[in-house]
């Protein structure tokens, strides 16, 4: 069975850091892409942060890029978002996402093939 199971979501003050894992399992992490993804109430999903697992290459939302770091460590499946220099703004649902087109992945589209039920962040002023 595939899953996808995020974590590490909480309330954080502005300025601070979190880190979220993505656990992976029931597929061949690998041969993957996976992204995260936030959606604040009333708006639309939106792509973060990407990794292509057999190659490494990266995306970032403009919104994110200096401040938030996606890595992988496919040993363990697992991928982590590591976001810094929070604001207000980072307040949302954060979602892990698979999919097998990298390609597809990098370009920060949202059309995954596997998701997780999320992990809230809710960062405060």
């Known amino acids: 069975e595939v899953q996808l199971v995020e974590s590490g979501g909480g309330l954080v003050q502005a300025t601070r850091s979190l880190r979220l894992p993505c656990a992976a399992s029931?597929?061949?992490?690998?041969?993957?892409?996976i992204g995260w993804f936030r959606q604040v109430p009333g708006n639309e999903l939106e792509g973060v942060s990407a990794?292509?697992?057999?190659?490494?290459?990266?995306y970032y939302a403009d919104s994110v890029k200096g401040r938030f770091t996606i890595s992988s460590d496919n040993a363990k499946n697992m991928v982590y978002l590591q976001m810094n220099s929070l604001k207000p703004e980072d307040t949302a649902v954060y979602y892990c996402?698979?999919?097998?087109?990298?390609?597809?992945?990098?370009?920060?589209?949202?059309?995954?093939?596997?998701w997780g039920k999320g992990t809230l962040v809710t960062v405060s002023s």
């Open positions: 996402g698979a999919d097998r087109n990298s390609d597809y992945t990098l370009r920060g589209k949202i059309g995954m093939s596997y």
């Open positions: 990794i292509s697992n057999s190659d490494r290459r990266t």
């Open positions: 029931g597929f061949v992490f690998g041969t993957y892409a």
